[in-house]
């Protein structure tokens, strides 16, 4: 049963911890995203990953770090750096990126809350 | 950076009617796809459509693109109580898809 998996699926942070959301897919996509969602509206790029042990800054990467060691998993930490942290995470795989990125394929979401 | 915006940003409509949505860009494209997204879940893929094709159809759904107008046209005939959510416009340019903010689509039965 192919698809990706995201864990937590609710996640409460407090004042001054780092916390990490779990992503991982047995598609065997080459590539991995991480969008942010706030309410009623689009998403927005946080980080990449085009291939293994290699990962590149989306459009709102500040307070945010990620690892990509193994093909299927591709953890984002939300750190203490990050001052509204309160969204709605998204991982998404594609076979591909670069310019051959297709479809991308989505995870149920991590919804993070602030104490 | 947002590049898609869609049009409306909410529709309610009667169940069996049409719902259409529209989507405009700003920079040229190799593709555009379409999403949606019930509430409070991932994002599921509808249908892409190349920058070289003018109209595609899967099923209810009907996509066109016009280039020239940098605008796409998502189509719902004889909508159903479950194709209430959520429809997001993605446009694929070099390493990543461009997202817009989404029209919300009410279907009341």
């Known amino acids: 049963d192919g698809g990706i998996t995201q864990s937590p699926k609710y996640l409460f942070r407090k004042e001054g911890q780092n916390v990490t959301l779990s992503c991982e897919q047995n598609l065997n996509h080459d590539a991995m995203y991480w969008y942010r969602q706030d309410p009623g509206q689009g998403l927005r790029l946080i980080y990449y990953s085009q291939i293994v042990n290699d990962f590149q800054k989306g459009d709102i990467a500040e307070g945010y770090s990620v690892s990509r060691e193994k093909k299927e998993s591709f953890p984002l930490t939300v750190t203490s750096a990050q001052k509204n942290p309160t969204a709605f995470y998204l991982c998404?795989?594609?076979?591909?990126?670069?310019?051959?990125?297709?479809?991308?394929?989505f995870g149920p979401g991590t919804r993070l809350l602030v104490l | 950076s947002q590049q898609g915006e869609e049009d409306p940003q909410a529709l309610s409509i009667q169940e069996g009617e049409n719902a259409t949505m529209n989507c405009s860009y700003k920079?040229?494209?190799?593709?555009l796809q379409w999403y949606r997204q019930n509430s409070g879940r991932g994002l599921v893929h509808l249908i892409l459509?190349?920058?070289n094709e003018r109209e595609k159809h899967s099923g209810r759904l009907r996509v066109t693109l016009d280039t020239s107008k940098k605008s796409s046209s998502l189509l719902i005939t004889a909508s159903r109580a479950a194709d209430t959510a959520s429809y997001f416009c993605?446009?694929?340019?070099?390493?990543?898809?461009?997202w817009g903010a989404g029209t919300k689509l009410i279907i009341k039965p």
């Open positions: 459509i190349r920058s």
């Open positions: 993605a446009t694929n340019s070099n390493y990543q898809l461009i």
């Open positions: 998404a795989s594609s076979i591909a990126g670069g310019s051959a990125s297709e479809t991308q394929y």
């Open positions: 920079t040229s494209i190799n593709n």
